[in-house]
């Protein structure tokens, strides 16, 4: 095994979301609103859509040493997973499905003549002798097979869950919601999986790179910004916020100076002048980034740390404003008549008070970061090239709109994906709000 | 008021000088001028002459804070920190590593900036602000929730998309207007029809919901409950009542973003290629000229504590409830 500094935080960063959620199951007063949550089909349907993404980024957390290669190579336990995608790479385009390259190329015919014509693939539908009567008729025998052994699956696991406690077996919407989700991912997934042995399912780049291992690599870069940036961000805007509107006086205008200088500079900017930095850091320092994955991994970590730097601002005024209005009341009065100390006060009166607020945010901002990761990419100061990212896909897919017929499969691919993982987090962030948010639920 | 102005601008001088000290920082302690000057020189084994060349050609072969060469007040004024972030205070940006007079291209882009910037926000208050206002009208009602449904399905698709898929469809497959590219005074409408529409569609998601928060809050008070029972109608109490109410809200958040506008679009601006601040700053991120990143970011700091001095300001003048202390 080889940790990765990004590794370290994602599990760091999971034991933390478990403890977050034992504290929470323990607490008195969030039973009602995790109830609320649990209850309704489209905060759990979302849930269960993120936690796949989760389970894909996971896998893709786990590296170590590939027993096969003598370079530096490292693989995760997702690269494992697709291996077939990872080596199958073609010369350059090709279409989803197909079975010959997208641009014409000069080739050499069995009597030596040479003609202008599209190459066969070298690892896609190899196995027919006629690609154009068999492709299609192989590729539908082969979901069918795959699709009936996915459901077949499933049927059992809800057979076991109806043997073993058959009075509950007709679960409420919300649990349904979820089988059906994982269902779903599930199938499609293994679906995916089983034709990328003979096909490329979402076609191949510009360099011959499967699109569908892209995407799938993707995931964890997405993830990993959306959630360290939080990790980052959260002990300052935490501290800070709660000082300043505990503490009033020097301490809150001292802290509202940093925030407010923070804030002044606009955050593009900042993140471009932050990153150019990281860069002639790097560059300079050359021999301590000699594995390109370490390098990248370095950057990846860095554009957390930024983001978390320009993020925390937002959060930091809203747990102020919320602890000058806790701090007048009465049970922090008494409290405080009763010679309980600040520090006291603070982790057992006003933390726990301001924990909704800190929970939505977080929820909310995870959607954002993953769009601006996007965004970032393609202004160049966004994760290192090399790492897979929607971004970097994008950006790279999007002069191939001006040929003629259009590549549209890079761009189709990293949106869906992109689109479901923000859709999935938006709901679930609108979901989390309106059950933790006490002015909604009224 | 005079006072309280004065007050408000007398505290944006620790803030300026703040971001100034920070920018410093970021561009001179973090790395010295001897590492900017290898990246740009690009190669691994670079001379030291080549990198002193190159230092004393853009103005860094100075001492960072404290020059003992020199005498008295030159001691403090012939070094990096006094000849490249005081001078920002007076906009006095300097030459860009590649040799060109930052002030004067940053006077010439700032208008092709604003005629994107400005009419994109404009059009934009207006479609969300009545799109909003409808959503409110019908609330509790199946229209509601679809547009719910609709407005976060617009929020999850990156602003990237919108750009690509405008270009394709509007621009290449029919046709309607060129792809990209700019030109001065009416003629350049045509150019700037569809990044403005781009930019109104992205921002739908994402704003109508804000806006539609903001009259929902409203819509619960009791002054409007007061107004039903006099037998107002739901349009009057919209438009009378519950918009200009909530207009301080959405005032304020407009006024701060009102001078950043000058800033322009980083990504609509580079897609577009209209050739303002945004795709300057763009190309100067990718060219790695560090003397036109700072100076942006100094620009866009000053532009931010305007606006917010300006928020402050038309806070005091439209609610009549704020008094100023």
Not at chain 1, 4 to 33: E, G, I
Not at chain 1, 222 to 245: D, K, Q, R
Not at chain 2, 166 to 186: C, E, K, M, N, T
Request: with cysteine.
């Amino acid at each position: 095994m080889v940790w990765l500094w990004t590794d370290v935080l994602v599990v760091l960063l999971l034991l933390a979301a478990l403890l977050m959620v034992f504290y929470m199951r323990s607490q008195a007063h969030l039973k009602r609103p995790l109830a609320k949550l649990v209850a309704s089909p489209i905060a759990m349907g979302s849930f269960a859509l993120l936690m796949s993404f989760a389970l894909i980024g996971l896998m893709d957390s786990l590296h170590f040493k590939a027993a096969d290669s003598q370079r530096n190579e490292l693989v995760s336990l997702l690269d494992l997973a697709c291996t077939n995608m990872r080596t199958h790479t073609e010369t350059s385009y090709s279409a989803p499905f197909a079975a010959y390259a997208f641009n014409k190329q000069m080739l050499t015919g069995s009597d030596g003549s040479t003609y202008w014509g599209f190459a066969r693939l070298q690892h896609a539908a190899t196995h027919l002798q006629v690609p154009e009567q068999q492709l299609l008729e192989d590729v539908l025998w082969q979901s069918v097979q795959a699709l009936l052994q996915s459901f077949a699956v499933v049927g059992v696991l809800i057979g076991l869950a109806k043997y073993s406690n058959p009075r509950r077996f007709w679960f409420p919407d919300s649990i349904r919601t979820v089988w059906l989700v994982f269902t779903l991912i599930g199938s499609g997934l293994y679906w995916m999986w089983v034709l990328s042995h003979d096909y490329h399912v979402l076609g191949t780049d510009k360099v011959g790179e499967d699109v569908l291992y892209q995407a799938l690599k993707s995931i964890r870069t997405g993830l990993v910004i959306g959630c360290l940036t939080t990790l980052v961000m959260l002990p300052f805007a935490l501290m800070l916020g709660i000082l300043a509107g505990f503490f009033k006086g020097w301490i809150d205008d001292l802290i509202q100076f940093v925030y407010t200088t923070l804030n002044s500079i606009p955050s593009v900017l900042l993140i471009a002048a932050s990153i150019l930095m990281v860069q002639v850091y790097m560059a300079n320092h050359g021999e301590d980034f000699n594995n390109l994955l370490v390098r990248a991994d370095m950057r990846l970590l860095f554009l957390c740390l930024i983001l978390g730097v320009t993020s925390w601002t937002g959060l930091c005024r809203l747990l102020r404003a919320e602890t000058l209005k806790l701090r007048e009341m009465e049970y922090v009065m008494a409290a405080q008549a009763l010679g309980v100390r600040p520090g006291m006060i603070l982790f057992r009166h006003i933390l726990p008070n301001v924990m909704h607020i800190v929970l939505i945010s977080v929820v909310l901002d995870f959607s954002s970061l993953v769009l601006a990761e996007a965004a970032l990419s393609y202004i160049n100061i966004g994760v290192d090239p090399t790492t897979h990212s929607w971004g970097n896909m994008i950006n790279s897919a999007r002069l191939e709109m001006a040929r003629e017929p259009v590549v549209w499969w890079p761009l189709m691919a990293s949106f869906v994906f992109m689109f479901t993982l923000v859709l999935a987090a938006n709901l679930f962030a609108d979901q989390v709000r309106d059950a933790f948010d006490p002015r909604r639920s009224a | 008021m005079l006072q309280y102005l004065l007050r408000r601008f007398l505290y944006a001088i620790p803030l300026l000088i703040a971001v100034n000290i920070l920018t410093f920082v970021l561009f001179f302690v973090v790395n010295s001028p001897d590492d900017m000057a290898r990246m740009q020189l690009g190669q691994k084994r670079v001379t030291e002459q080549a990198i002193s060349n190159w230092k004393h050609q853009h103005g860094y072969d100075l001492p960072l804070l404290i020059n003992h060469e020199q005498q008295g007040v030159r001691q403090l004024t012939e070094t990096i920190f006094y000849q490249k972030s005081v001078n920002l205070f007076w906009f006095d940006f300097g030459i860009s590593d590649s040799g060109r007079n930052i002030g004067s291209d940053i006077s010439q882009r700032m208008w092709p900036s604003l005629a994107l910037a400005l009419p994109s926000l404009l059009l934009g208050l207006l479609v969300n602000i009545s799109l909003a206002l409808m959503i409110v009208f019908y609330r509790a009602t199946r229209t509601e929730l679809t547009a719910n449904v609709v407005l976060v399905v617009l929020m999850s698709v990156s602003s990237l998309f919108y750009i690509i898929a405008g270009q394709f469809l509007i621009a290449r497959v029919l046709r309607w207007v060129p792809i990209s590219g700019y030109d001065l005074g009416w003629s350049g409408l045509k150019f700037l029809v569809l990044p403005v529409m781009i930019s109104v569609i992205s921002g739908i998601g994402a704003g109508v919901r804000w806006y539609r928060s903001l009259f929902l809050e409203e819509v619960e008070r009791d002054y409007v409950r007061t107004a039903r029972a006099k037998g107002l109608n739901e349009t009057a109490i919209l438009f009378k009542h519950v918009l200009r109410n909530a207009s301080i809200p959405i005032l304020t958040g407009v006024v701060v973003i009102l001078p950043l506008l000058f800033m322009g679009s980083l990504i609509m601006e580079s897609f577009f290629s209209i050739p303002g601040l945004g795709s300057y700053t763009i190309d100067a991120i990718n060219r790695q000229d560090f003397a036109i990143v700072r100076s942006m970011v100094f620009l866009g700091s000053v532009l931010y504590i305007f606006g917010l001095i300006l928020t402050d300001i038309s806070y005091t003048l439209v609610d009549p409830r704020v008094r100023l202390n």
